[in-house]
């Protein structure tokens, strides 16, 4: 059965949010896998296991812990998602969207979403950050879209355009910010797939082909949540493995994803530190 949320349940999630904290967070951040340790460094952190906020998916992959961080970081405050839900898990593409429409009844702004992702282009090297130029919804072209349902226009139009979903302004402070760091960073584009099997060689070359610079199976449908209800979005995608697209080519396995996560936390954090700073 299909299931759609109403607005007295994004409020319940609210409520017991309340009853922690009153913080009134203005940026919020998603942490993808292997990416979580930006949420130790929140400052007066109030944590809230995911279990214990009404509708919240309980992610279940190994890397992500399943809490919401609410605090300080860099003087701002802001709610960060340790760990996120995939639609490969079994949630329906509602519940993964939840979280942010309850972020923006908390008061958020911006959104900072992180994933880890396999490189197509052939000139990303594993560890190189990917600033999402756009993305490529191919979940959403076989119907998967957070939206579908009854459209509540408390968050946004029935029908909200995609154009710049990744707010330029933003895109461009982070690039600096990364140069400035020595942190090779490229701009790109993202394509979600559902997962959870990784690509054959023939979809690599596929995806390639249509224009995709990274795949990962997640962070499309936050971002069509976030644009929704006019949130900005800043998107960065650490690469952690690259994807030949050749007969013959080892898979890539979840360990290496881990283990590029290893070295893309502190790039990731210095980016995100920087533009949080530059707010
Ligand atoms: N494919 C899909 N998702 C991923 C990959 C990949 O190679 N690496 C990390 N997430």
């Known amino acids: 059965m299909e299931e759609f949320f109403t607005m007295p349940e994004f409020q319940a999630a609210v409520t017991a949010i309340r009853r922690y904290t009153s913080l009134q967070p203005q940026v919020g951040l998603i942490l993808g896998s292997g990416l979580n340790a930006l949420a130790e460094s929140v400052e007066d952190a109030t944590k809230i296991p995911f279990r214990d906020i009404p509708h919240f998916p ?154 995709a610079d990274a795949v990962g199976m997640s962070t499309v449908p936050e971002v069509i949540t976030a644009r929704h209800s006019g949130m900005r979005v800043l998107g960065l995608s650490g690469i952690s493995n690259t994807l030949i697209g050749e007969e013959g080519a080892p898979p890539p396995n979840h360990e290496e994803v881990l283990a590029a996560g290893r070295i893309l936390v502190p790039r990731l954090e210095t980016i995100i530190r920087g533009v949080l700073r530059a707010l």
Request: proline share 7%; charged share 15%.
């Open 58 to 211: 309980v992610s279940t992959v190994e890397g992500h812990e399943g809490r919401l961080v609410l605090g300080m970081l860099e003087g701002v405050p802001v709610v960060v998602m340790q760990g996120r839900a995939h639609y490969y898990e079994g949630y329906s593409m509602s519940r993964i969207g939840l979280p942010i429409r309850v972020m923006k009844l908390l008061g958020v702004e911006l959104l900072i979403v992180t994933n880890a992702s396999g490189g197509l282009n052939m000139t990303y090297r594993p560890g190189d950050v990917m600033i999402i130029r756009d993305h490529i919804n191919l979940i959403g072209m076989a119907g998967l879209n957070p939206l579908r349902g009854p459209n509540l226009a408390e968050f946004g139009p029935r029908f909200p355009g995609m154009n710049e979903a990744y707010a330029p302004a933003l895109r461009q402070l982070a690039q600096e910010i990364a140069l400035r760091a020595g942190i090779p960073a490229h701009q790109g584009v993202y394509i979600c797939l559902a997962g959870p099997s990784f690509e054959t060689p023939a979809d690599v070359r596929f995806l390639r082909l249509i224009g």
